[in-house]
């Protein structure tokens, strides 16, 4: 038996503004079987996740770039 999807997601590169999506979801919705298309807005408190798993994978990238120890 083989597996059915009933929702896609697409996730955008850089968080884009209301009038450069248009264009987007309208090709989206063009695609044969496509129902909907919705938008999820950015919000703050996801920007300050992003930023902070950048720092931390920054960090631990210094830090194995930085070691002195060897394989």
Do not use: C, F, H
């Amino acid at each position: 038996m083989t597996d059915r999807y009933n929702t896609l997601t697409v996730v955008l590169e850089n968080d884009m503004r209301d009038e450069d999506v248009e264009p987007l979801i309208a090709a989206i919705e063009q695609l044969r079987g496509v129902i909907s298309v919705s938008g999820n807005i950015a919000s703050p408190g996801l920007y300050a996740a992003q930023e902070r798993a950048k720092y931390e994978l920054r960090n631990q990238i210094i830090e194995v770039l930085t070691s002195s120890r060897t394989l």
